[in-house]
């Protein structure tokens, strides 16, 4: 559901610039933080509930909020800054689309990459925009360092089906997936949920998971 759009947005991330990433040039991920350590990039990052909760539970790593919305990347943004203990160290908010990635970063400068509850772009004639479509696929092998993995939850089961044969085609590796997440006791000890993914599954929606890796 789209979010309606919040006028105060373009001001809020205008005033908190330090936590944009603003550069036009192609950047290393891994430069634009303090601490030198892996970077992970969630495309789509929605209200940013999923990677917040990353870089809270995970201080030794770097995270990147992308989303293309900006309504809804200010809305991550201000929930960022004003939640307790989040250390805005390790995370940084990005305003732009997926498909000038590689005008955006430079290869092998990302660790993983997070793809959760994409745009399914359900119409056929669409397919190439689905963001797990082969073309996108070779885009973050390129950006990803050799044993960086990809995860992708959705709660749409047509694009689930078109993701694994996508990666079927693929160079990557096939570690882990599932039509039912929530059934998987050990897949959720470490699994940190998306606003979606909380609405859907109170619903009882079934959550589908696959994570593949980079392997040289």
């Given at each position: 559901?789209?979010?309606?759009?919040?006028?105060?947005?373009?001001?809020?991330?205008?005033?908190n610039?330090?936590?944009?990433?603003?550069?036009?040039?192609?950047?290393?991920?891994?430069?634009?933080?303090?601490?030198?350590?892996?970077?992970?990039?969630?495309?789509?990052?929605?209200?940013?509930?999923?990677?917040?909760?990353?870089?809270?539970?995970?201080?030794?790593?770097?995270?990147?909020?992308?989303?293309?919305?900006?309504?809804?990347?200010?809305?991550?943004?201000?929930?960022?800054?004003?939640?307790?203990?989040?250390?805005?160290?390790?995370?940084?908010?990005?305003?732009?689309?997926?498909?000038?990635?590689?005008?955006?970063?430079?290869?092998?400068?990302?660790?993983?990459?997070?793809?959760?509850?994409?745009?399914?772009?359900?119409?056929?004639?669409?397919?190439?925009?689905?963001?797990?479509?082969?073309?996108f696929?070779?885009?973050?092998?390129?950006?990803?360092?050799?044993?960086?993995?990809?995860?992708?939850?959705?709660?749409?089961?047509?694009?689930?089906?078109?993701?694994?044969?996508?990666?079927?085609?693929?160079?990557?590796?096939?570690?882990?997936?599932?039509?039912?997440?929530?059934?998987?006791?050990?897949?959720?000890?470490?699994?940190?949920?998306?606003?979606?993914?909380?609405?859907?599954?109170?619903?009882g929606?079934?959550?589908?998971?696959?994570?593949?890796?980079?392997?040289?």
């Amino acid at each position: 559901m789209r979010l309606r759009n919040k006028n105060w947005t373009k001001d809020y991330i205008e005033q908190n610039r330090r936590y944009m990433i603003t550069s036009d040039k192609k950047i290393d991920a891994s430069s634009l933080f303090p601490q030198k350590q892996d970077t992970f990039l969630e495309i789509g990052c929605g209200k940013g509930q999923f990677i917040i909760g990353q870089s809270l539970k995970n201080k030794d790593k770097n995270f990147i909020a992308m989303e293309k919305e900006t309504t809804v990347i200010g809305v991550a943004l201000k929930k960022a800054i004003t939640t307790e203990n989040v250390d805005l160290n390790n995370l940084l908010f990005l305003n732009k689309y997926a498909e000038n990635l590689l005008d955006i970063f430079e290869s092998n400068s990302l660790k993983g990459i997070f793809l959760n509850f994409s745009d399914p772009w359900p119409k056929s004639k669409h397919y190439k925009k689905r963001l797990t479509y082969i073309d996108f696929l070779n885009i973050y092998w390129d950006l990803l360092k050799d044993d960086g993995i990809i995860e992708i939850k959705t709660d749409n089961d047509n694009l689930y089906e078109f993701s694994l044969e996508q990666i079927e085609e693929s160079k990557f590796k096939l570690l882990y997936n599932t039509s039912d997440l929530y059934s998987d006791e050990e897949a959720l000890k470490d699994n940190i949920a998306t606003e979606y993914e909380q609405r859907f599954q109170s619903m009882g929606k079934n959550i589908n998971k696959i994570v593949i890796k980079k392997e040289a």
